[in-house]
């Protein structure tokens, strides 16, 4: 009876059917899009920390403001993500409790540090830009809930992506000190965006079944090349120069010259497993700044649950 279930389970997802949340799923399927979905989550929350590092020193009311707005966007994303997260069966507190204590991974590039108001424009057209890259394909995944929170998050991560970008383009056409704190900026956060899409294909191991239950549509290195050459003119059009003197343009040989791609060297996988394995820059800040966070809002879940007890009481008298 279980082997029907499955096989009338990828039926449904074979044709393009939404699966949702009180619908029969194999136990696999929930697993893996409870692990996804709530490191996606915990890369939102963990991903308003380094930003967050600048807002009291943006340059002007207007960079503050719209950095601010960015800021609060991802806190929401979070709150989209864990909320689809729990239509799984998972609690919110059980999640919190894995980011806090360190057993649940969040996105690697949020443990690089931002060191200069550069950065701030570098993550919001390298960093925002990889994640609707990888983003855009989640609003059709196989889940109703995770692919419908997607759109909204796809349509604010594209307004992010063009304040970094006008910041960078701001800094590049200022003076040669600004154009260099943008160079500077994109040598540090290129090599650790391209990281963002996971392990080369060959060494993804959840790929091949995400990819047959269409949680994944195109694999790491395949959303990788495509943020590429999306990304080459980008920086072309700014006068920056890509921190890889193995990039290159190689033409499509047997098509018509028009769907060539970029050509990039080597990835430091290392330095992307020692990141993941907790020993990046930052990995031990941003745990603990979240730590510190939950511990001193704990005076505001106390006051919520008695509110709601008080009303509970006041609604059975
Ligand atoms: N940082 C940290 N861990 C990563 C990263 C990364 N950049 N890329 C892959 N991993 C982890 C995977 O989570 C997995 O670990 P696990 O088995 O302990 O869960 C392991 O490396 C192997 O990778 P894959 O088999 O390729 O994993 P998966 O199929 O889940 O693909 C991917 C990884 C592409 C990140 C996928 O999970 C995904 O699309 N997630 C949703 C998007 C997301 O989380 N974005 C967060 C950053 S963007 C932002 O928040 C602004």
Request: proline letters at 4%.
């Amino acid at each position: 009876e279980e082997l029907e279930h499955e096989a009338r389970f990828q039926a449904r997802v074979d044709a393009e059917e939404r699966i949702e949340a009180n619908d029969w799923m194999p136990a696999a399927y929930r697993k893996t899009l409870v692990r996804q979905i709530s490191q996606h989550a915990h890369s939102e929350i963990i991903g308003m920390l380094p930003e967050g590092n600048w807002i009291t020193r943006a340059p002007s009311l207007r960079r503050k403001a719209a950095l601010l707005a960015k800021v609060q966007d991802e806190c929401g994303h979070g709150l989209y993500l864990y909320a689809a997260a729990e239509t799984l069966g998972v609690s919110r507190e059980e999640l919190t409790d894995q980011l806090l204590t360190g057993k649940a991974k969040y996105s690697s590039i949020f443990n690089y540090p931002t060191m200069s108001w550069a950065d701030i424009g570098a993550i919001g057209w390298l960093v925002d830009g990889a994640a609707i890259m990888n983003q855009i394909p989640l609003c059709r995944c196989s889940y109703g809930p995770y692919a419908r929170a997607m759109i909204r998050v796809c349509k604010e991560e594209s307004f992010h992506q063009r304040q970094g970008y006008e910041i960078m383009l701001t800094l590049c056409r200022g003076s040669e000190e600004q154009k260099a704190m943008a160079q500077d900026a994109l040598n540090r956060w290129w090599w650790p965006c391209l990281m963002m899409f996971g392990p080369p294909d060959a060494a993804s191991q959840h790929s091949d079944q995400s990819t047959k239950w269409k949680i994944k549509r195109f694999s790491n290195d395949e959303l990788r090349q495509k943020f590429v050459d999306a990304t080459v003119p980008q920086a072309q059009f700014l006068g920056l120069t890509l921190p890889d003197p193995e990039l290159r343009f190689v033409p499509d040989e047997g098509g018509d010259g028009t769907t060539g791609h970029w050509h990039y060297g080597q990835i430091d996988w290392d330095e992307f497993k020692q990141v993941i394995a907790g020993n990046g820059p930052c990995n031990r800040d941003r745990l603990a700044a979240r730590n510190k966070a939950h511990a001193e809002g704990e005076w505001v879940r106390e006051a919520a649950m008695a509110h709601a007890a008080k009303r509970q009481a006041r609604q059975q008298a």
